[in-house]
């Protein structure tokens, strides 16, 4: 019996994936040829779709197969397809689609790669011929359309569900003229959302720790919440983007979460019950000295057989109520959270423990690598907390364990809006590696501000660590893409409508980091609004496309962060976290500002750097003008490539900011007679948020720095 299609309370908004997007396939015949729990949902979400619109599906010996079909989906050695729905690198090879029934004639030689759109890696070429397809894995598919019929071929269930995704996106193209054949795969195969979310409210941080959403989807009162028709409707937009596994609680394991390890598993394999069905892996936030809050041990020495003991029991017990566990996340040595430090040991010590507790299950450690001194004396300017985490993890290299990846933030600080990529994940070639961003918009506007975030990863992905010709972020993060949900209880799942576009931007970047992100945004407002007008769809466009770059205008200039109210970090405070212990510092006086990390006269941050990179930065002359203040101290009159001193820039960009957030506003005014009501109006209530804000930024930092260099601005607006 298939699964049915999770249905949704009264108001809650479908996000992408309303019913109307599967008409092209609900309206016609579709064979399915596969047997397992991701092909009934693969069934389940098609016979949902053919019962609204008049088409048909067919499972392979269920009844007759020797009609013709427009739509064929198979899973390659269907007698190996098993029923794990595990979304590893490894699976079945890719079999020849043909030679049953109303598929004669498919099973010729294949045509070169087409485009594909994000995901699509080519033709034969990519895989050798077309029964050498186990280069896919249990991701990957081929789809190809000749003689009428279109046909999906995975490697495994999962490709079979990211199949008919991909269907799906594809509209009513999938079904038109032919199609040469185009095989898609993951680049990595973990996908990853680390949830944020605590069981018990936390007295300051409240369900979500920076969740901009409402409450947690999983937890309320200190228990599961047992809203299972939502989990399952939010993994299957997940699935419906490429993620593939979620971690159900905060990295900041308190005292109540940490018993999710041991007597509340119960609670965990409920939700991964209900995330099951579209292949989503659950994993675990876990203390690192949980063998001592649950166990009553006297220690967590990572080096302590009763340590490591207590550990392979905790895991044994885990596995025994979730067999398909994807491992554990750690924040270990952090902003005060427990680890290896407290005994002398390592980071790799740490972790390695965990791994091999987790290895005969097949799971993983996620170790992240956001290690700083949080308790730093602002006046000593050769402290940098950009240095922490390559001083700390690059001396271990060759250390982790085969299973313990490390996840490491993608900027050296802390989701700012603007970072140099991380020196760190160019400088452990051994070592496997996760790269963490952030979609929850905790530095970005906290969904209360528009900012598609989808330029600003592809630019991280694309970064070359160890200089040109070298391998891309993308493809040293073997561990992994990752990154910090930002969806709650919400009607509208992540409490601005316009950010669900960073969650399905992040999972189609996690699956494709070479596809354009524009690209993706265009798919995302398909799928969201399959009926819309051109008008809607240019105007979403408009609103969105330079928002990450606007948001940056009328807030943090040239590579400076953390101008934020400290806590919360929502709104303007120049010098909220300039005197903090924090480790977060602009440096700004009456001569100048910004931060020195060259080798020669600073703090030596830049020489963390490959060489190509490190002489780029080394010097304010070669230095790119939108990091000029993270790696430089300059006075306000230094002159930009642009032509404009550095006090000019910070002037005419928070105005051109704020005029930019004023014509968004005034553009998605204009769509009211196109979207749907409700949506419309929480947008626009949103953007009247964002215009009052980018004004209060514009007007704080401006005046801030028209009194600290008592340099007017060169085009006499009035400035406070």
């Given at each position: 019996?298939?699964?049915?299609?999770?249905?949704?309370?009264?108001?809650?908004?479908?996000?992408?994936?309303?019913?109307?997007?599967?008409?092209?396939?609900?309206?016609?015949?579709?064979?399915?040829?596969?047997?397992?729990?991701?092909?009934?949902?693969?069934?389940?979400?098609?016979?949902?779709?053919?019962?609204?619109?008049?088409?048909?599906?067919?499972?392979?010996?269920?009844?007759?197969?020797?009609?013709?079909?427009?739509?064929?989906?198979?899973?390659?050695?269907?007698?190996?397809?098993?029923?794990?729905?595990?979304?590893?690198?490894?699976?079945?090879?890719?079999?020849?689609?043909?030679?049953?029934?109303?598929?004669?004639?498919?099973?010729?030689?294949?045509?070169?790669?087409?485009?594909?759109?994000?995901?699509?890696?080519?033709?034969?070429?990519?895989?050798?011929?077309?029964?050498?397809?186990?280069?896919?894995?249990?991701?990957?598919?081929?789809?190809?359309?000749?003689?009428?019929?279109?046909?999906?071929?995975?490697?495994?269930?999962?490709?079979?569900?990211?199949?008919?995704?991909?269907?799906?996106?594809?509209?009513?193209?999938?079904?038109?003229d032919t199609r040469t054949r185009e095989a898609h795969r993951p680049a990595t195969a973990l996908r990853m959302l680390d949830h944020w979310d605590n069981v018990a409210v936390h007295p300051v941080m409240g369900q979500v720790e920076r969740g901009y959403a409402g409450g947690s989807l999983f937890w309320r009162d200190g228990i599961a919440r047992g809203e299972w028709e939502r989990v399952r409707s939010y993994a299957r937009l997940l699935a419906a983007c490429g993620i593939n596994a979620v971690s159900v609680n905060n990295v900041n394991v308190h005292e109540t979460e940490a018993h999710l390890l041991t007597d509340w598993i119960g609670e965990v394999a409920d939700i991964a019950a209900a995330l099951r069905p579209y292949g989503i892996r659950t994993h675990l936030s876990v203390n690192f000295a949980a063998p001592v809050v649950l166990g009553g041990l006297s220690t967590a020495d990572p080096l302590d057989e009763a340590v490591r003991d207590w550990w392979a029991g905790a895991v044994r017990g885990v596995y025994s109520a979730i067999p398909d566990f994807g491992g554990f996340v750690v924040k270990a040595d952090s902003e005060g959270q427990p680890g290896p430090f407290t005994y002398g040991r390592s980071h790799a010590d740490g972790a390695n423990m965990l791994a091999e507790a987790l290895a005969p299950h097949g799971g993983?450690?996620?170790?992240?690598?956001?290690?700083?001194?949080?308790?730093?004396?602002?006046?000593?300017?050769?402290?940098?907390?950009?240095?922490?985490?390559?001083?700390?993890?690059?001396?271990?290299?060759?250390?982790?364990?085969?299973?313990?990846?490390?996840?490491?933030?993608?900027?050296?600080?802390?989701?700012?809006?603007?970072?140099?990529?991380?020196?760190?994940?160019?400088?452990?070639?051994?070592?496997?590696?996760?790269?963490?961003?952030?979609?929850?918009?905790?530095?970005?506007g906290q969904q209360r501000h528009a900012c598609w975030l989808g330029p600003m990863w592809s630019e991280v992905l694309r970064f070359r660590p160890e200089g040109e010709q070298r391998p891309r972020v993308a493809e040293l993060a073997g561990g992994g893409l990752v990154a910090v949900a930002n969806v709650g209880d919400d009607p509208f799942w992540t409490g601005h409508p316009l950010a669900q576009a960073n969650l399905y931007t992040f999972g189609r970047l996690a699956w494709h980091p070479d596809a354009d992100p524009h690209r993706i945004l265009d798919e995302w407002i398909a799928l969201t609004f399959p009926c819309a007008s051109e008008r809607l769809a240019a105007g979403l466009r408009a609103v969105l496309h330079g928002s990450w770059r606007t948001y940056e205008k009328y807030t943090a200039p040239l590579g400076v962060g953390f101008?934020?109210?400290?806590?919360?970090?929502?709104?303007?405070?120049?010098?909220?976290?300039?005197?903090?212990?924090?480790?977060?510092?602009?440096?700004?006086?009456?001569?100048?500002?910004?931060?020195?990390?060259?080798?020669?006269t600073g703090t030596g941050y830049a020489a963390q750097y490959a060489k190509p990179w490190a002489e780029l930065y080394e010097s304010a002359a070669s230095c790119p003008d939108e990091l000029l203040l993270f790696f430089h101290h300059v006075p306000y009159g230094h002159v930009l490539r642009s032509g404009k001193t550095v006090v000019q820039h910070i002037y005419d960009t928070h105005f051109e900011g704020v005029e930019e957030a004023e014509e968004a506003r005034r553009v998605w005014a204009g769509l009211a007679d196109l979207a749907e009501p409700a949506w419309h109006a929480r947008v626009a209530e949103r953007y009247d948020e964002q215009v009052r804000g980018a004004r209060e930024w514009r007007d704080q930092v401006n005046s801030y720095f028209l009194r600290k260099s008592g340099i007017p601005d060169g085009r006499g607006r009035t400035i406070y």
């Open positions: 019996m298939p699964l049915t299609v999770p249905v949704l309370p009264e108001g809650i908004d479908p996000a992408w994936l309303p019913l109307e997007a599967f008409r092209p396939v609900g309206s016609r015949r579709t064979l399915i040829d596969g047997s397992g729990p991701l092909v009934d949902t693969v069934h389940g979400e098609l016979a949902h779709a053919c019962a609204q619109f008049g088409g048909e599906v067919i499972i392979r010996g269920r009844s007759d197969v020797s009609s013709s079909y427009d739509l064929v989906l198979r899973v390659a050695d269907v007698g190996d397809s098993g029923d794990s729905g595990d979304s590893s690198d490894s699976g079945p090879g890719l079999g020849v689609v043909g030679g049953h029934g109303g598929l004669d004639g498919l099973g010729g030689a294949g045509g070169t790669g087409g485009a594909g759109g994000p995901g699509a890696v080519g033709g034969p070429s990519a895989f050798g011929g077309r029964g050498d397809g186990g280069e896919l894995g249990a991701d990957g598919f081929v789809v190809e359309r000749t003689h009428g019929i279109t046909a999906v071929t995975a490697g495994g269930q999962p490709g079979l569900l990211y199949g008919l995704f991909h269907v799906v996106r594809l509209g009513e193209d999938a079904f038109r993983t450690v996620h170790w992240r690598a956001f290690v700083y001194n949080h308790r730093q004396d602002w006046r000593d300017r050769s402290t940098d907390r950009a240095r922490a985490a390559y001083d700390h993890f690059a001396p271990l290299d060759g250390k982790f364990a085969d299973n313990a990846v490390l996840q490491v933030k993608h900027g050296p600080m802390d989701f700012q809006v603007r970072e140099p990529v991380s020196p760190v994940l160019g400088a452990l070639p051994r070592t496997r590696l996760a790269v963490e961003v952030q979609a929850t918009q905790e530095y970005t101008m934020v109210q400290p806590g919360h970090h929502y709104g303007p405070s120049v010098d909220g976290y300039e005197y903090s212990p924090w480790g977060t510092y602009h440096f700004a006086d009456r001569d100048g500002i910004g931060v020195d990390r060259s080798a020669a």
